[in-house]
């Protein structure tokens, strides 16, 4: 069973390898963008920080899942996929749409999603640390 959690290891290192990248990237543009400032008003049903940061966390953790699995078809990997999307769905009580709204919105605001991803690495840093990883 060792070398099953060493592999686990190394694929969330991977994971938050990729997300600081993430976070590298989008803060280039909200460096750049800083100084424009504008109306920092949420849009209506846009969830917030906390909401996508959470969603975003379990999204990432059942990419890795299904990754790990390492399914022969990709029909299979994206039907599990979807599945565990269905359910973080249900578990935050939010619809796609209003995810892929608030996504957007958040994508047009590359200071706020950098937090978000900041959030993200740390959420999933936690879980890795207490061992409350489900994959």
Not at 5 to 34: E, I, N, T
Request: include cysteine; charged fraction near 25%.
């Amino acid at each position: 069973m060792k070398p099953n959690k060493d592999r686990h290891l190394r694929v969330m290192k991977r994971l938050l390898s990729h997300l600081r990248g993430l976070a590298a990237l989008y803060a280039l543009p909200a460096l750049l963008l800083a100084g424009c400032g504008g109306d920092n008003t949420l849009p209506a049903n846009t969830l917030s920080e906390e909401q996508m940061s959470n969603i975003l966390a379990d999204i990432h953790l059942a990419e890795s899942r299904v990754n790990r699995l390492q399914l022969r078809s990709l029909d299979s990997s994206l039907m599990l996929f979807n599945r565990l999307k269905s359910d973080i769905w249900k578990k935050y009580k939010v619809d796609t749409l209003a995810y892929r709204e608030s996504y957007n919105y958040y994508m047009t605001h590359p200071e706020v999603m950098t937090r978000i991803y900041e959030k993200v690495g740390k959420k999933i840093e936690q879980r890795e640390k207490s061992s409350n990883i489900k994959l």
